[in-house]
């Protein structure tokens, strides 16, 4: 039987425990966590993540100080800004939802966020850091991957994993956290030849490429972990736009040992680590 990997699940239970470790804090007197999620402009998805990020701090206990700046925000302004969230003490958090529109310099913008309050992971420390192995704010994707792994004991050490996509929010950081864990690491991509000879040897793969539908049962190795970070909407011809991943989930899964839903596998442990993240911030201002 293949196990669904529910990561809406774990993530109610990861965000529960926040809940509780929270009101642990302040019934001690102590501020609540603060986190600060930046949107520059009106991109209608973008909209609805940061609408999810915010109930999700509602829930648990988080202070959520939103802003929303209009599209035309110069550079100098959202600089200015994320000065400001640096220096405030009530935040320790802060995300800027990407993408940008494009008279901003994401990278210029993201490096100017404090590295302990980027818990986003994004930061060249915080990468780093993961580099060396160090303790440090984790990229949230990735981190919420191998926490679901690991819920499920599936075994690391060992396994030969591909993970297809290598940009710095997932692909990177995902190949770096299963080396980590002992796993052998392959990294492909969009110009990789023979793309599926490759993942057809994989023990655990990992797709992150937003190309709805690119792996199919010919692709994978039966008994295979598959773990789906692709979200496309899709439309059909019915006029419906169901949000689908990267995995032909209906061939694949009947082949798979594991795999994660779309919606529902590691969206949900996303929204749960950039929380995570910000309580470890939280409690790093907190320590004497």
Do not use: W
């Not at 100017?112 to 440090?136: F, T």
């Not at 209906?250 to 993240?277: D, H, K, S, W, Y």
Request: net charge neutral; with cysteine; charged share 15%.
């Amino acid at each position: 039987m293949t196990e669904l990997l529910d990561g809406k699940a774990l993530a109610g239970q990861i965000q529960a425990d926040l809940n509780r470790q929270i009101q642990t804090y302040t019934a001690q007197g102590h501020r609540p966590p603060g986190l600060a999620v930046v949107m520059v402009g009106d991109n209608p998805a973008s909209a609805a993540y940061v609408r999810n990020k915010e109930r999700a701090c509602e829930r648990v206990g988080i202070a959520s100080f939103g802003r929303h700046l209009p599209s035309q925000t110069s550079q100098a302004e959202l600089l200015q800004l994320i000065q400001g969230l640096n220096d405030d003490p009530a935040v320790d958090g802060i995300l800027v939802q990407l993408p940008l529109p494009t008279h901003l310099d994401a990278v210029m913008i993201l490096n100017a966020i404090d590295p302990d309050k980027d818990v986003d992971g994004l930061h060249p420390l915080n990468l780093g850091r993961l580099v060396r192995g160090e303790p440090g704010l984790r990229s949230c994707t990735p981190a919420g991957v191998m926490r679901l792994l690991a819920a499920h004991d599936l075994v690391l050490e060992g396994a030969r994993a591909v993970v297809v996509g290598r940009s710095i929010l997932v692909g990177k950081p995902m190949a770096l956290m299963l080396l980590a864990a002992n796993a052998t690491v392959t990294m492909a991509h969009g110009r990789t030849l023979d793309l599926f000879a490759l993942t057809r040897q994989a023990d655990i793969l990992v797709t992150a490429v937003g190309q709805p539908g690119l792996i199919t049962a010919a692709a994978v190795k039966p008994g295979a972990v598959v773990v789906d970070v692709g979200i496309n909407r899709v439309q059909r011809p019915d006029g419906s736009a169901p949000l689908v991943g990267d995995v032909d989930f209906e061939q694949v899964a009947p082949l798979a040992r594991a795999i994660t839903p779309v919606p529902g596998g590691v969206g949900p442990m996303t929204v749960a680590m950039l929380l995570e993240n910000t309580l470890l911030s939280y409690r790093q201002r907190l320590a004497p």
